[in-house]
């Protein structure tokens, strides 16, 4: 979707905050959010459908709350929308009902639901693929689906194909809870074909897109 | 169960704008409330992963792969060729590594990543990502005009070097390989990934130094 979350290319954000932006948390509770998300709480969504809730967060709350502001933000909206918790819990706070308490896992026990949650998100192709390494593509200049991986800055623009990887899900699907797969590849763009002749001549930018993306040169 | 309908899902965000309390550690507490109440997550199991996180998963992962492949030549081609098998060797595949791509720095090229459309990390092997990766600043910018991006971490790239701007936006990730340091010579792989950088994995960081 052209939402306020396609952030490639924008201007007027500022510096970046090298310096008082290293760290990865800085508050407790953004420790407690990241814990929590790595339990995933919500089996039966995608990831895909996370990302496009953070998407349909209210435009100001998006670029003002913090990285795992939004997520917190963006939970609640998924609990409420699964009925996990009503909205009048999720403002209360509580449930009404309480189940019984989930078993406490060790940190030897996470660390190994690390290891062992090492996701492949490709799967058999159901056609052959259209395109091959070294082939010029032009990608769809308007956005597909509520939700797409094909960034504004790269729509209508020519690439080149550098690699090709099968059939991957495509999040366009899986951000409707379906499980479809599409040829993925990594295309290069130059600097100058996205940004213009001031661009630096020898600098590109590259990005993995699906073959519904794209389309023969023109 | 959830519902896919993404109108719902902006309504929803609208009326929690105007309900919710404003300061996120409240939010963050009220997420929590309900996920243990509900039986989804023990609170210990949240300290658990703080602690994974903190302890055991970060960049000090990444630094060691790349340790050996500075070290390990036959490592080092097996990473460049599948790095989500060659970090098995570590025990380091995981969470967002499921496709992995190892990018080299060279003389000529230096390489840089990012996620424009949200804040996409290879967690398993560099931990939880550094604030500014996920900032605006960040994410807008570093496809735009990433050489003025890369002279503010101090990294001034001579003209001769081509930049290619990795936006992992799918679910492959990278992790850049640094250049190895002149002055090394002899160290052994432990020594060697105790100079390697976070940064250098992520390609805010160029010419890495020969201390310790």
């Known amino acids: 979707m052209d939402g306020i979350h396609d952030l490639g290319g924008k201007q007027g954000h500022g510096p970046v905050p090298v310096d008082t932006g290293d760290a990865p948390f800085s508050h407790d509770w953004e420790r407690r959010m990241w814990g929590l998300a790595r339990e995933g709480l919500v089996p039966s969504m995608t990831i895909d459908w996370f990302r496009h809730g953070l998407e349909m967060m209210v435009p100001a709350d998006y670029l003002t709350q913090s990285y795992f502001e939004k997520w917190a933000t963006n939970y609640l909206m998924i609990f409420a929308d699964d009925g996990i918790a009503s909205l009048q819990e999720i403002e209360a706070g509580h449930v009404a009902d309480p189940a019984p308490r989930a078993a406490a896992k060790t940190t030897e026990e996470v660390v190994e639901q690390v290891r062992a949650g090492c996701t492949d998100f490709s799967l058999p192709p159901d056609a052959p693929a259209k395109f091959s390494i070294g082939d010029k593509v032009l990608t769809l200049d308007h956005g597909t689906a509520p939700h797409t991986r094909l960034p504004g800055y790269a729509r209508g623009r020519h690439g080149t194909i550098i690699a090709h990887h099968g059939a991957h899900l495509l999040p366009d699907e899986g951000a409707r809870g379906r499980h479809v797969g599409d040829h993925l590849y990594t295309i290069s763009f130059t600097a100058r074909e996205l940004w213009g002749p001031d661009a630096h001549p020898a600098d590109t930018v590259t990005l993995e897109l699906w073959e519904s993306y794209l389309v023969p040169p023109r | ?212």
């Open chain 2, 1 to 212: 169960m959830t519902n896919f309908d993404s109108d719902k899902a902006a309504e929803l965000h609208r009326h929690l704008h105007s309900h919710l309390p404003s300061d996120p550690a409240l939010r963050v507490k009220a997420l929590e409330s309900l996920a243990v109440e509900r039986g989804l997550v023990a609170p210990e199991t949240i300290d658990a992963w703080v602690e994974a996180y903190s302890e055991h998963i970060g960049p000090m992962r990444g630094a060691q792969v790349i340790a050996r492949a500075w070290t390990d030549p036959d490592f080092k081609s097996r990473l460049m060729e599948n790095a989500t098998e060659a970090i098995k060797d570590f025990g380091f595949e995981g969470n967002a590594t499921g496709h992995l791509h190892a990018v080299e720095n060279t003389d000529a090229q230096h390489n840089m990543v990012v996620c424009t459309l949200c804040s996409c990390y290879p967690f398993s092997i560099l931990g939880m990502s550094p604030a500014w990766y996920k900032s605006a600043a960040y994410r807008s910018r570093a496809v735009r005009e990433p050489r003025a991006v890369l002279a503010e971490f101090g990294v001034r790239l001579p003209d001769d070097v081509a930049l290619r701007v990795w936006d992992s936006t799918a679910e492959l990730r990278y992790i850049v390989v640094p250049q190895r340091p002149e002055g090394t010579d002899g160290w052994d792989a432990d020594r060697l990934a105790g100079i390697v950088t976070r940064n250098s994995m992520i390609g805010t960081e160029r010419d890495l130094r020969a201390e310790g």
